[in-house]
């Protein structure tokens, strides 16, 4: 049974990842009613949260049945680190998680997300300050290192539990990498295996099949997998992952009614919570795999991501209904 701090997230929970424009509301609680354990928030500048950015402080919003919730942050500067753990504990999260993991150039050049991993004892010390400035558990999300040659994930992680980081998740790539090659796992394996690690280390990157969670449980031993682009437009990937760890067999896919049920819904609830305006134009990126694999689709799925008026998106929804209400899907 892993646990985060005193929240009890079960054995080898599933996690859905951190995601920019993607992991926000309305889509964290699809996810969590189709199996995921933890939900993060995308990441929230420290900077634009002593500002007071409205972008910013947006991301802040969190619905009750979406909990555990964690809200995650970055930055480099410790005041401004301490402000926004005062600003974040105002929405009431169950976790704060600290990015040290972004690898784009206008996070790293400021010294934060992967930035700090080029300098291991401001990582340590920020975690350190934060953990003692707030009674939330603090986690941290991370990479195995800068690049090849300094993979230090393993001195890394003992030192962020020694300060009181609550649990650990590590994308199994390195900054210099981005997003290329293959996460490799066997260094987050380390980290889990190191006899004096008691907190949980969650695995991340390319968990993209059932068996490939399995994997990371069974072969790397890992205490949860944190799950990211399998479930952009596919909130069903929780509950297909878990049904296979029961099961040992692949639940069949959503059929079209529940893809409509679960496009409907994304789509009003993005519009009640952030406006008809940015509502309509944020859920379009999930269309494309909520509707995947039907032959010919792209008149609908033009109508969908084209139009800024919400009655017209609904309307091409209402036409895959009519149309292709019975396709079935592989
Ligand atoms: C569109 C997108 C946005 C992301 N935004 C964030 C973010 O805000 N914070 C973060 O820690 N990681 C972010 N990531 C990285 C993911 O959390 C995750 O580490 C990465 O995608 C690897 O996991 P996956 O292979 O399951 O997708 C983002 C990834 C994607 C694809």
């Known amino acids: ?27 964290r609680a699809l996810c969590k009613e189709q199996g995921a354990d933890v939900v993060y928030t995308e990441f929230i500048s420290s900077e634009g949260l002593i500002r007071d950015a409205a972008k910013s402080t947006m991301k802040l919003d969190i619905y009750e049945k979406e909990r555990p919730v964690g809200i995650q942050i970055f ?26 993991g972004c690898p784009v150039k206008k996070v790293v050049s400021k010294g934060a997300g992967a930035g700090i991993l080029k300098n291991i004892d401001l990582m340590v010390s920020l975690t350190e300050a ?4 707030t009674n939330l558990p603090i986690t941290v999300k991370t990479r195995l290192g800068w690049d090849n ?18 649990a650990i998740s590590i994308h199994g790539r390195t900054r210099v990498q981005m997003y290329k090659g293959e996460a490799n796992w066997a260094p987050i394996a380390e980290v889990k295996n190191n006899p004096r690690m008691h907190i949980p280390v969650f695995g991340n990157g390319d968990v993209d099949t ?15 997998a944190m799950i990211g682009r399998a479930s952009i437009g596919y909130p069903w990937f929780f509950r297909e992952v878990k049904h296979y760890f029961e099961t040992g067999i692949h639940l069949a896919p959503p059929n079209m009614l529940e893809r409509l049920d679960a496009a409907r819904r994304h789509l009003q609830m993005a519009i009640d919570w952030k406006g008809e305006k940015l509502g309509v134009f944020e ?33 091409a929804f209402d036409e895959v209904e009519r149309d292709f209400a019975d396709f079935q899907f592989a």
């Open 1 to 27: 049974m892993a646990k985060i701090g005193n929240i009890d997230v079960g054995d080898f929970p599933l996690l859905l990842a951190p995601m920019e424009d993607v992991s926000d509301p309305p889509f």
């Open 75 to 100: 930055g480099a500067e410790l005041d401004s680190m301490l402000k926004s753990v005062e600003i974040v504990e105002k929405s009431n999260p169950d976790i704060i998680d600290i990015n040290f």
């Open 130 to 133: 934060m953990v003692k400035h």
């Open 149 to 166: 040659d300094s993979i230090k994930i393993l001195e890394v992680a003992e030192r962020l539990q020694d300060v009181g980081c609550k």
């Open 210 to 224: 059932p068996e490939r969670a399995m994997e990371m449980r069974d072969k790397f031993g890992l205490d949860g």
């Open 283 to 315: 859920t379009r990126r999930h269309y494309t795999n909520y509707f995947k694999g039907i032959p010919h689709f792209k008149e609908y799925r033009m109508k969908m991501v084209t139009s800024d008026d919400a009655a017209d998106v609904f309307a």
